[in-house]
């Protein structure tokens, strides 16, 4: 039986076949799983599967290693396959490439025309796939998403039964050590591997990332400690992060590495509280769905973005930053693209917290009314509303916005978020608590400062402003080799002009258009 995971993709896949869909493409790198969603179609289809690449030509799947020279390049397979009058799949790997030549993208439409009478179908895969437009308008695209958790659990289970036997804990010390660790190994290898909870703690790590990425990083854990546990979660988790930040879309924050902390903002922590609620089985058992997310809007350095992970830290869970601005490809159709992998990933790893930080550059690509960038940006707005909507994963979005202006108004109706609150420079309490938390993170007794004095200096002062004072006023300390003092501290807020001062007229309109409309953080 496949694996839950590809059982829609695998219902898809047959009914596209069964339609006479001539060509289909799955824009992936996962070979190994797309050779499991083809035998499984094409068993049940009761279809023959035919593999081709440039390097071994046109082969049956089930034939192994073999090759056929005479189909080696991509012309001759082409010409091959608009001769044959079987009903079969081929499986076309890598042929993106080799479209741009004339001849090639030729032949495949006329392949294509023939197949569209038939039950035969041509799959395409490679990443990325860049087809001529003639032929992007006969193809279908099918999404082959991200391993669910079934799929990991077969491959760590087939892991764990091939490798657990073969290695042993890595020897410490002597060969005397090394060999009673070894039979020691042996005769208790059957009974080694992670109990349930520290299997969920794995399985939950892994999710996000491909199979074969979740299979190299389970292996290395294996094949170094001889054994799977709770351990290992910090290992899969840091090879998580990078392959997140190698896609260049998203930054991932394991909820271990969250020691945010957050000075006031009580409403915004009130209401967390409350919408925690949404996430119950007591709220699942009586049709509630859980919150969708919320707007922080406001001034600029004030803690925004500190606010969304304070929140993944308050909530237990992990935390994906999307930077708006590194959607925008110069390629057509890649931001839209971006987008949906972006969103994918999100999914992937629900329940998460997904930041999406200054938003209105996603929203305003272009100067906002969508024609200096054809349409882009209404296309991605109205992408976001339509999944913010109707998205069914566990994804609680947080968006952070400085300038209001440039928001569409939908964006700001009541029902889009759950809440929308506006963040203004911290008053003299949260600014108490800003300088505390500053001081005691870089090793300094606030009580050796006369607090009350330093909050009346940085009155119109942003929390982001307060950070680099407590920073540069070290950094003079450390220089004079003095201790940290008031004066110090003083001095240089002195040298500072807020953020209050140089933009007054912006963060005045921003309180005007807040005032009524949008819930105060304090």
């Given at each position: 039986f496949p694996p839950m995971a590809l059982s829609t993709t695998i219902h898809d896949l047959r009914t596209l076949i069964r339609s006479s869909h001539p060509l289909v493409v799955i824009e992936t790198v996962e070979e190994e799983r797309?050779?499991?969603?083809?035998?499984?179609?094409?068993?049940?289809?009761?279809?023959?599967?035919?593999?081709?690449?440039?390097?071994?030509?046109?082969?049956?799947?089930?034939?192994?290693?073999?090759?056929?020279?005479?189909?080696?390049?991509?012309?001759?397979?082409?010409q091959h396959l608009h001769g044959l009058t079987v009903d079969a799949v081929f499986w076309l790997k890598d042929l993106g490439p080799h479209l741009q030549?004339?001849?090639?993208?030729?032949?495949?439409?006329?392949?294509?025309?023939?197949?569209?009478?038939t039950r035969a179908t041509c799959i395409l895969t490679g990443q990325p796939i860049t087809l001529p437009l003639d032929l992007d308008k006969i193809a279908v695209r099918l999404d082959l998403k991200l391993p669910a958790r079934h799929e990991l659990q077969s491959m760590l289970q087939g892991l764990l039964q091939s490798l657990g036997p073969r290695f042993g804990p890595r020897p410490r010390s002597t060969t005397l050590v090394h060999s009673i660790l070894r039979s020691i190994s042996e005769t208790k290898?059957?009974?080694?591997?992670?109990?349930?909870?520290?299997?969920?703690?794995?399985?939950?790590?892994l999710h996000g990332l491909t199979l074969h990425q979740a299979r190299q990083v389970i292996a290395h854990c294996i094949v170094e400690r001889g054994t799977l546990s709770a351990e290992d979660v910090q290992t899969i988790l840091k090879r998580k992060v990078q392959a997140i930040r190698d896609g260049g879309l998203l930054e991932y924050y394991p909820l271990e590495d969250n020691r945010f902390e957050l000075g006031?903002?009580?409403?915004?922590?009130?209401?967390?509280?409350?919408?925690?609620?949404?996430?119950?089985?007591?709220?699942?058992s009586l049709n509630l769905t859980p919150p969708q997310g919320?707007?922080?809007?406001?001034?600029?350095?004030?803690?925004?973005?500190?606010?969304?992970?304070?929140?993944?830290?308050?909530?237990?869970?992990?935390?994906?930053?999307?930077?708006?601005?590194?959607?925008?490809?110069?390629?057509?159709?890649?931001?839209?693209?971006?987008?949906?992998?972006?969103?994918?990933?999100?999914?992937?790893?629900?329940?998460?917290?997904?930041?999406?930080?200054?938003?209105?550059?996603?929203?305003?690509?272009?100067?906002?009314?969508?024609?200096?960038?054809?349409?882009?940006?209404?296309?991605?707005?109205g992408a976001f509303l339509t999944w913010l909507q109707e998205k069914k994963h566990e994804?609680?979005?947080?968006?952070?916005?400085?300038?209001?202006?440039?928001?569409?108004?939908?964006?700001?109706?009541?029902?889009?978020f759950d809440e929308i609150f506006f963040v203004d420079l911290p008053d003299d309490t949260e600014r108490a608590s800003i300088w505390r938390i500053h001081l005691g993170l870089r090793k300094q007794d606030s009580a050796q400062i006369d607090?009350?004095?330093i909050v009346s200096a940085s009155d119109g002062f942003s929390g982001a402003e307060i950070e680099q004072a407590v920073v540069a006023a070290l950094y003079r300390a450390l220089h004079q080799k003095t201790p940290l003092t008031t004066d110090l501290l003083i001095e240089e807020l002195a040298h500072t002009i807020p953020l209050s001062v140089t933009r007054q007229e912006e963060i005045d309109a921003l309180r005007q258009t807040a005032h009524g409309r949008f819930v105060n953080v304090r």
């Open positions: 797309v050779l499991a969603l083809l035998q499984s179609v094409t068993a049940q289809e009761r279809m023959p599967l035919f593999e081709w690449s440039v390097t071994r030509g046109l082969t049956r799947a089930e034939e192994g290693q073999t090759l056929s020279k005479l189909t080696a390049t991509p012309l001759a397979v082409l030549d004339a001849a090639v993208c030729r032949q495949l439409r006329e392949v294509a025309a023939i197949y569209s009478r290898a059957a009974e080694r591997g992670p109990s349930s909870e520290e299997s969920d703690a794995i399985l939950r790590a006031g903002f009580g409403n915004l922590k009130a209401w967390l509280d409350r919408a925690r609620v949404g996430f119950t089985p007591e709220a699942k919320i707007m922080l809007v406001g001034v600029p350095g004030c803690g925004k973005s500190l606010a969304a992970k304070a929140i993944a830290r308050e909530w237990t869970l992990p935390l994906l930053k999307l930077d708006a601005g590194r959607l925008f490809d110069k390629f057509i159709g890649e931001s839209e693209k971006n987008f949906r992998k972006a969103i994918e990933m999100a999914e992937a790893l629900a329940p998460i917290v997904l930041w999406i930080d200054e938003i209105e550059k996603a929203m305003v690509a272009g100067g906002g009314n969508g024609e200096a960038d054809a349409g882009l940006s209404r296309r991605l707005f994804v609680f979005v947080v968006a952070t916005a400085n300038d209001l202006s440039s928001l569409p108004p939908e964006l700001l109706r009541k029902g889009r607090l009350d004095k």
